[in-house]
Structure formats: C-alpha cells, structure tokens
C-alpha cells in the first residue's frame, strides 16, 4: 500500500489547522468542539499508523517545504522520518487522543475549554514536528511551539496560586533550555552554512565548537527531559496541571528525550568513534556522562517520592525515575556501542520509552480520577476507596505493577533488557537498579494503601465510581500495557528494533538526503 | 510471539502466569486444610491488639505520611540534603542547569 507522500507534513498540519478552528467550532457548540478535536486526533493518529506501516516496510520518508531544486538560494525545510521519529509519533498520538477522550468528563466543569483544547492540538502539533523534523532550525521551532502551549496549560487552572507559578518555571526553564539549543544551532550554521541534520551530520568534523554545541545540545534537552539534578520544574509542572496536561507533558518531555537520541546518535553519529580526551572514544565518555545523570535521576527520584504525600507530585517524582531508567539504557546502549549488550541496552532503553508512557501516564489519569471524585490530592486525606472506585482501583494497580516492572506488566519487559544489559556492562549499575525498582514498588504501595486501602471514611461515603469517558480513556491505556506485557517480542521486532537500528545505521539517515541528492 | 531473547536470558510472560495459576493453585488447596468453622458476630471476628480496646474503623487507618516511618528516619541525612536541594526556587533550578553544563562543558572541551 503506497500513501501520499505528503503525510508526514499532514501529520503536523491537522492538529494545527484543527487548533485554529476549534474556538471557531466551540462559538457553536461545546460537544461539537469536543467531538472535532477528537476526530483530528483519530484522523491524525490513524495517519501515523499508516506512516509507520510504510516506514517499516519500505525504509525512511522524506517530505521537503519549499525549494525541491538545490540551486541557490535553498529556502526549503525537511521532514525526515525514520523508525525512531514514528515509534514517537505513535506514542505522542496515542497519549493525545487519551488525554483528550478523558477531558470530555474530567474538564467539563470548566471555562475556557476552547482555549484548553486549542493548546492541547498546538502542544500536539510541536510534538510531532519535534519528531519528524530533518532540520535543527525547525526543531528549535517546534520545541518552543511545545514549551508555549505546555505552560499555558500547566498554569491553566489560574484560581490555583501553584499552577500560575509552575507555569512561571516551566517557561522559564524552557525558555533557558530553548536559548541554548539555539545558541548550538547557530555555532553549527555557522560552521557548516547548513541546518539540516543529515547534512550536518554528513560534513561533521567535531572540532572544538562541535563538541561546544554537542555539550549545549544534550545539556539543555536533558533538562527538558526531567534529567536530574535538572528535573526540579518537573514536578511542579506535573504536579499542578491538569491530570491530563500531566500525561500530554508526558509526550512532550519524552520528546525532548527524542532529541537527545537524535543529537548523539544521528547529528554526531560520525563522531561517536573520535578519540576523545583522556583516550577515550567519544560514545564511551559521553555514554557514562548519560548513565551518571541516568543513576542520580533514579535514586533521586525514587527516594524524593518516596516521602510524598501530594499524590500528583509522588507519581512526578516516579516519572523522574523512570526517566533515568530510560537514559540507563541509552548510555549503556551508546558505552558499549557496537557490542551484543549494547544493543539489547538501547532497546531496552527505546522500549522504556513507549512504557514510561502508558504507564505514568495511566497513573496520572488515577491521580485525576481520585480528584475527580474526592476533590483530594493529599494521601493523608484518602482511604478506602477500592469500596466505591472499582474500576480505577483496577486500573491503578495495573498501573502500579506496570510502572514498578512487576512481571507479567510491560514495564518488566524493558526493565529486564535494561537490567541484563547494564549488568554486562557493569554490575553495580543493574544492582542500583534493581534495588531503586523495588523502592518504586514499595512507593506505590504505599499510594494503593492509603488511598483505596482501609475502612471506609465517612467523608468517601458518597464518592461514585467516575464517567464512563474516564474509565474508557484509563481501559485503553491499561489494555496496551498488559497487550505489552504479554506480547513483548511483536513489540520488540516490530517497532523497538527498527527504532533501534535506525539510531545505530544513522548512514542511511545522512545518505537518504546527501546521497539521494534531496 | 511471547518470548523476548536478552542476551544471556530470556522472559516468557506466558511461562511465567503458569506458574502463578500452579502457586496459587497450591495455595488454595492449603487453605482447605483450614478450620472452616467461626463463629460471626463474637469475639473471634474482632482484631487483637495486645488487649487494648479497639478504635472506631476510620482512625484505624495509618496516614500515608506515617508509612516507612524506619527507612524515612534512617536516612534523615540524606533527606535534609535532598529538600535542601528541592527549593522550589526557578533561579536555583537554572543554576543546576548551569552547572551541569560546565561540568559536562570541562570534561568534554578541555
């Protein structure tokens, strides 16, 4: 099957020409509205899959804005999408259509709903560029599209004093983040008198500006990804957002992490074997730079949740964890390049990725759920809701098993090739691991005793179960995680190992455009 | 379908819920050993604690911020270091930023 190959810039256009109708279609009606967003985010996602299909099956796509000739002067930007770019989109999509299926009953109490879902498509449609794009300029563009629409969302409920101030940090963060991604992309230009990545990549000398914008590249998307001690905004971001803000910001922080990979792995993938300082190849110093970050954020994280009360803010601190598991996986993966363990390291790593997702954020949406029906966010004020929350104290404890990387859960699947690999690596790396996944699980533990556990409370007697939009936004997401967990191989050779090898054959990104003469 | 290779092991969740339905098979047949026979309503039924009277149910809920007690006072340490750290300020968050990019920037550059 053949599909147009102007996909990849539909991808982006639908959520961004949906964002700026949805106020026109919300002056008619607030269902309509609703129904419309939902339907660009089903066409939408519908159309990543189809763009997936043909990217596993027939190789990279490429879609160029502007000048097709490459006579002078060029005015022209790239959309290259690899497996890696589509296993993100595919994620960013599923998570957006969630997310918004549950705003239908979650939101509806609420003003500004046509602002609310305008910013959720624009966030979508930065996400997605972020992806998709072949080019560093345009990646800058999207990744400020993104941080825009994210803060206002975080700081949507203005009437509550820590949303408008979390929003204040997350701009300014992203704001700090974005200038010196900027200030990289710039040294690159004008080194290279290029912007696109395969080309940069295709003419990098890794001279002594290289390894400046290499260290401003990782350092500043690392913060955007809630790596610590860079990972402070995120809590507060995700702990005084809407529950479903906090999963899309889930995406977006994931697509920060996306860049990292891009950075390393494609733009200075020809450097990676460059003998570095202290006689070291540069994917080894720069993988153990990654694995130290990716330790702290998990011992840090899992610890810092585990004397939270604030049930959004400890799940935060558990997506900082997860986060390092993530990153765990990518160094080793790019430390032991081009060995066995290696390799089983970056798709354990890449699987975490898609884990991570569903499974923070089926937590989150547990977390909105509870405030939904309790109006409460503090552990200390719930108890005993398993008796009247059946359904999402099912759901939370998929969640929990999931996110601890209890068997048979996705998320044992990954931490598994994480674990086995970085043990190769070095022991005491999986040791940490291992112990700090225990810790995850006694914290949620916690969370499922004090929250749905114990007697009854008075104040609870009343509490229902909640709208059936909730319940079927959290079942999809609890379904594609024991899907995963007990499919992990279809998902591993199917989407993980494609995303993968596209990371480590970056020669076939650089020459789709060089040699292709695109 | 369901088995994913590691390297230096394998994981099959199908093999793995077997043998969980077979635990807890087992463990159903155990408890069929056990007195099936109490009496509701009596002293049987009601919680032991160490003789003293029982609570009314709703304050015998332990508070979340009262959980792992143990392991939180055994690290005090290193808590009093991590909230420290977590000021909740946007200048100090920069500043973290800043200086892991010089640490990265001096190893790398130099």
């Known amino acids: ?518 | 379908m369901f088995t994913i290779e590691t390297g230096s092991g394998f994981w099959n969740p199908i093999v793995w819920i077997i043998a969980i339905i077979i635990a807890y098979l087992l463990i159903y047949i155990i408890r069929g050993f056990g007195k099936t026979h109490y009496k509701k309503g009596t002293e049987q039924v009601k919680s032991f604690l160490s003789g003293n009277p029982e609570y009314e149910k709703e304050k015998m809920q332990v508070k979340a911020s009262n959980l792992y007690w143990g392991f939180t006072t055994s690290l005090k340490g290193l808590y009093a270091i991590l909230k420290k750290m977590h000021t909740g300020n946007a200048t100090d968050y920069v500043l973290w930023f800043v200086v892991i990019l010089a640490i990265f920037l001096l190893i790398e550059v130099i």
């Open chain 1, 1 to 518: 099957m053949n599909i147009p190959e102007y996909t990849p810039a539909l991808i982006v256009a639908i959520p961004l020409i949906g964002a700026f109708l949805t106020p026109l279609i919300s002056r008619v009606h607030d269902k309509l509205r609703n129904i419309f967003v939902i339907l660009v985010l089903v066409i939408n996602a519908s159309l990543v899959f189809l763009l997936a299909y043909d990217i596993l099956k027939n190789g990279i796509q490429t879609y160029i804005f502007g000048a097709r000739n490459l006579s002078y002067p060029i005015v022209r930007i790239l959309f290259e999408v690899d497996a890696m770019s589509i296993f993100m989109a595919i994620i960013s999509s599923i998570i957006v259509l969630v997310a918004v299926l549950y705003s239908w009953s979650f939101m509806k109490n609420n003003t500004g709903l046509d602002k609310y879902y305008t910013l959720i498509l624009l966030l979508t449609a930065g996400i997605l560029g972020m992806v998709m794009t072949g080019d560093m300029f345009n990646f800058f563009v999207f990744l400020e599209i993104t941080s825009i629409a994210s803060c206002a969302l975080i700081a949507f409920w203005t009437s509550q004093a820590e949303s408008v101030e979390a929003g204040f940090k997350y701009i300014v963060i992203s704001a700090m983040g974005a200038l010196f991604v900027l200030f990289a992309v710039a040294i690159l230009y004008g080194q290279y008198d290029a912007l696109n990545i395969a080309q940069l990549a295709d003419v990098m000398q890794y001279t002594f500006l290289d390894k400046i914008a290499l260290v401003l590249l990782i350092v500043a998307l690392a913060m955007k990804a809630g790596l610590v001690p860079m990972h402070m905004w995120l809590p507060d971001s995700y702990g005084s957002a809407p529950s479903t803000i906090s999963l899309v910001l889930v995406g977006a922080t994931l697509a920060s992490l996306y860049g990292v990979l891009r950075v390393v792995f494609t733009l200075y993938g020809n450097a990676l074997s460059t003998i570095a300082n202290f006689d070291v190849a540069v994917n080894v110093f720069i993988g153990w730079f990654i694995i130290a970050l990716a330790i702290l954020s998990i011992i840090v994280g899992v610890i810092m949740a585990l004397i939270q009360t604030d049930f959004k803010r400890l799940i935060a601190f558990g997506a900082v964890a997860e986060i390092g598991y993530m990153f765990l996986g990518i160094g080793a993966g790019l430390a032991a390049a081009g060995t066995a363990y290696g390799n089983v390291a970056l798709q354990g790593g890449i699987f975490h990725i898609f884990n991570d997702a569903l499974d923070v954020g089926l937590l989150f949406l547990v977390a909105g759920a509870i405030y939904y029906a309790t109006k409460e966010r503090s552990l200390n004020s719930m108890g005993g809701l398993a008796r009247n929350m059946k359904f999402t104290t099912v759901f939370f404890i998929i969640g929990l098993l999931a996110v601890a990387g209890m068997p048979p859960m996705n998320g044992f699947a990954s931490k598994l090739l994480i674990y086995e690999s970085t043990f190769q690596l070095n022991p005491i790396l999986a040791i940490v691991a291992i112990l700090c996944s225990i810790l995850l699980l006694a914290m949620f533990v916690k969370v499922f005793y004090s929250a749905f556990m114990g007697p009854e409370l008075p104040k609870f007697k009343k509490v229902k179960e909640v709208p059936k939009s909730m319940l079927f936004a959290m079942g999809i997401l609890a379904t594609i995680i024991v899907i995963f967990g007990l499919f992990p191989e279809i998902i591993l050779n199917n989407i993980v190992q494609p995303a993968a090898d596209a990371l480590l054959g970056y020669s076939e990104y650089i020459s789709q455009v060089v040699a292709g003469g695109i």
